[in-house]
């Protein structure tokens, strides 16, 4: 007889349990695993939720996905569509996944990007005054944009990496300090030289060096694409050859699980930590650009982008893998673009969202707990069905 009979369980139960703990303790199936066991304990806590505001769950859900472009509105106003709310939606998914592939890049090196609100927010203020202002052709507007944002979120992620390397400064502090002095600065300088009269915002850039395509018309619908989504996914692309098929990625990987069996074997730690700021400073400033010049065409002073905050959840909940956080991204950009059009149908508080998001942190940041556990209870029952089958002898 099995032990689990003897015990009175069910068999069935008690291999459905062992193989729960298996796929969440797994080296090959953990990463996927934990992440939508994440998403789900987070789905249950904002059902009980929304029940506790009185809302029905499912009609939340699906407020959510119509807002976002999922699915299709009783109504629309002129010119507008589901597609139109979905071109939108890729329109801020687009520097979402920059800034989540910005964390992850740091987090693989073993650092904790969290300035990335502030790198996007220098990247986009100096494009738009350098490029947002002048007049040049889209074909040379754009470009620069692109370029002035890769330059300016490089360097701040490189002095951020050189403090760390030269002077022991916690990355953490510094970027904390460099977002202080980015809101202060450019938020002084757009009242002073850029502010628009009426909005207190800085002045719209030109239509030339947004990086959207405006006034595509489409059976009656007025589309704008967002050339961002593009440079996101190529950046996606590019993080991930990077990571799993160069020498680069290697090294990047090696100093973020040990740094001084990393520096052992030859790596110097210090040129690949202020490459990994570099990497995720340019990414910080792609997501910059393509929010403040793309999504956006204005600043508003003394403002970070909350979106640079959120994205610290969705490289977690992607577990740091760049295909990874392009769904993390997905999700996670589904309730926050979602959220006014729940509000406005059901009454409910936009910041529903945002605990959402939050829930979807906290699980994803013990993903490494889970798994630890996992394991434990595994060999447990590994080592309590070796007892009983030696008892039965």
């Known amino acids: 007889m099995s032990g689990s009979a003897r015990r009175g369980g069910l068999p069935g139960a008690s291999t459905a349990w062992t193989r729960f703990l298996e796929v969440m303790s797994g080296d090959k199936t953990s990463h996927i695993a934990i992440p939508l066991f994440s998403v789900a304990l987070s789905m249950v806590a904002a059902s009980l939720l929304l029940l ?3 809302e ?5 859900m699906a407020a959510f996905l119509r807002g976002s472009g999922f699915m299709v509105k009783p109504s629309y106003a002129g010119g507008q569509s589901a597609l139109t709310d979905f071109l939108s939606f890729l329109g801020i998914l687009a520097p979402m996944l920059l800034a989540a592939l910005s964390v992850a890049a740091a987090l693989r090196a073993g650092m904790f990007n969290i300035g990335v609100a502030g790198q996007m927010l220098a990247a986009g203020y100096v494009a738009t005054i350098l490029a947002g202002y002048a007049d040049m ?34 990355e953490v502090v510094s970027t904390i ?17 850029y502010s628009d009269a009426i909005t207190r915002s800085s002045r719209v850039c030109s239509r030339a060096a947004r990086l959207t395509v405006t006034g595509i018309d489409v059976g009656g619908l007025r589309l704008t694409f967002p050339i961002g989504i593009l440079i996101a996914l190529a950046a996606a692309a590019i993080m991930k050859f990077v990571l799993d098929r160069t ?10 699980l040990n740094r001084d069996a990393a520096r052992y074997a030859g790596i110097s730690v210090g040129r690949v930590t202020v490459f990994a700021m570099s990497v995720s ?8 650009v393509t929010y403040y010049l793309g999504y956006y065409n204005n600043i508003m002073p003394k403002t970070l982008a909350s979106l640079g905050f959120d994205a610290i959840a969705v490289a977690l909940l992607g577990n740091l893998n760049p295909v ?12 926050q673009k979602g959220s006014v059009y729940m509000s406005s149908t059901l009454g409910a508080p936009q910041e529903v969202a945002s605990v959402i998001t939050s829930v979807m942190l906290l699980f994803s940041a013990c993903g490494a707990c889970v798994r630890f556990h996992a394991a434990r209870m595994l060999e447990k029952l590994a080592g309590r069905g070796g007892s009983d089958e030696g008892g039965g002898g």
């Open 137 to 170: 052709a889209p074909a040379l507007a754009r470009p620069l944009v692109v370029l002035l944002g890769l330059s300016v979120g490089a360097t701040m992620g490189a002095a951020v990496g050189f403090l760390k390397y030269r002077f022991n400064i916690h």
């Open 324 to 335: 990874g956080s392009i769904f993390s991204s997905i999700l996670v950009t589904i309730f």
């Open 247 to 256: 020498t680069v990625g290697f090294e990047l990987k090696a100093v973020g």
């Open 177 to 193: 300090m460099f977002n202080y002095i980015t809101s202060y600065v450019t938020g002084f300088l757009i009242n002073t030289h």
């Open 281 to 288: 400073g340019a990414l910080a400033g792609l997501a910059g």
């Open 56 to 60: 029905n769950p499912l009609v939340a």
């Open 52 to 54: 506790a505001l009185g």
